[in-house]
């Protein structure tokens, strides 16, 4: 269990692709500043840093934006994550935000509306995530349209990279998938 300091000074803020990864992760969900579900309509299911499990500790947590996988409730998501201190609102925390993508013929895809339903749901639930994969740094975008517009972008990359079949990089993939799908607690 990590209970580290949330403050930037105190952590190592590397914007670059981190070598440790995968990263596996247990926790519960958290609310926002819900601006994720109101202002964006991309919500995200932030874990809570305080009940975090993780093979890295909090405050070593690389920031950046990543792909991989959650399960909540017994359903596993490809999830765009981001990890940081949000540069386009200036955080003072670091928080750890995955959005949930929903199956391709799912009612709540990237739907706003729904997706706050689902979010409002998913409070104080477990959630169990494998980061796989690095997308790029974090960034401070000029206005919420061009914040959007970047996030959206992972999202397509983060599930193009989830359905990977590549040798190497595939393997992996599968194998952080069966983790996240798996019962067990052991990271
Ligand atoms: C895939 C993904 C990429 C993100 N990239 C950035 C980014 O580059 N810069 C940034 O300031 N915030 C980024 N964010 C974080 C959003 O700003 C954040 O999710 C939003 O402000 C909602 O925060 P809230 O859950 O606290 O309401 C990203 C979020 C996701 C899910």
Redesign the pocket.
Known sequence: MTNDSLSPSSSSNMNVPPKELPIRMISTVIK?????SKE?G?P?A?LCPQNLISTTSFQNLPTG?YFGFANIQNKVYKA???IGY????DNEHK?I???LIAQQDSPTRFSSKCGETLLEDLYDEKIKLSIVGYLRP????EGIDK?IE??KH??VQAEQKCDVVDEELGMLVNKEKAWVESDGIDL
């Open positions: 926002g500043f819900g601006r994720g964006l991309i995200t932030n934006i765009a994550i981001s949000n540069p386009t609102y928080t935000e995955p959005h974090e960034l401070p975008f914040l970047a996030i992972d999202i």
